[in-house]
């Protein structure tokens, strides 16, 4: 899964140099023998962007990419636009995506991260909970309000595992304390909201997939074995 996720990265237009950071050496062995270039990081690492911003440190480029491990479908234009958008817009601190959320049950899924954003496109808010919060008609609950009106589900966008970080910024948030929020929903990109940073978040039409359970991993795999299908018998 790894490797397609560094796959995908690669073929990223604005992409110079796809690295994989890991605390894990099976990890790097596996990466390293597919030809892919793998760096080890401390095990003392709270989080995938402190394994991130070590590696960084070592690294000329001012635009650092954190594509998720998870990610293994994402598309590689997603991945150009983020980096567009934070090139573009000197406000930004970090830059990622969003998607359309397809069902009631991605939106009720805690696995699943929704965002809000202002009318500039700045986030306004990371939850695993569904937000905004839809007031339902009356004598209806939330969920049975929103399958009854499937064009409620347009209101609401899910993350991508996708953050495009400017290379100082990304060091002085490694420094940050974890913030409250932070702590509850477990999205340490509230760490940078708390802290009055700004997120440009960049609304994208392709469905990625992010794997956190056996379920997505082989809804997943069932999608690459398909394209693999399809190329093979494409003349």
Known sequence: MIMHVAE???RATLVSRVIVATDDQR??????SHGGEARM???DARSGTDRIAEVARSLPDPIIVNVQGDEPLIDPV???RAIESLMENTEAHISTTSEPIESVEDLFNPAVVKVVTDARGYALYFSRSPVPY???APGLGFEEYLRRDAELLKQFRKHSGL???RS???QQFARMEPSALERLESLEQLRALENGFR???VAVSHRSIGVDTEQDYQKVKKVIEEFSRSSETTP
């Open 78 to 80: 997603t991945i150009d």
């Open 168 to 170: 100082d910024f990304l």
């Open 8 to 10: 995908r990265a690669s």
């Open 41 to 43: 990081t401390s095990a």
């Open 27 to 32: 990890i790097l062995d596996a990466v390293e």
């Open 199 to 201: 997120i440009c978040v």
């Open 163 to 165: 953050y495009v970080y």
């Open 134 to 136: 839809v007031r339902p």
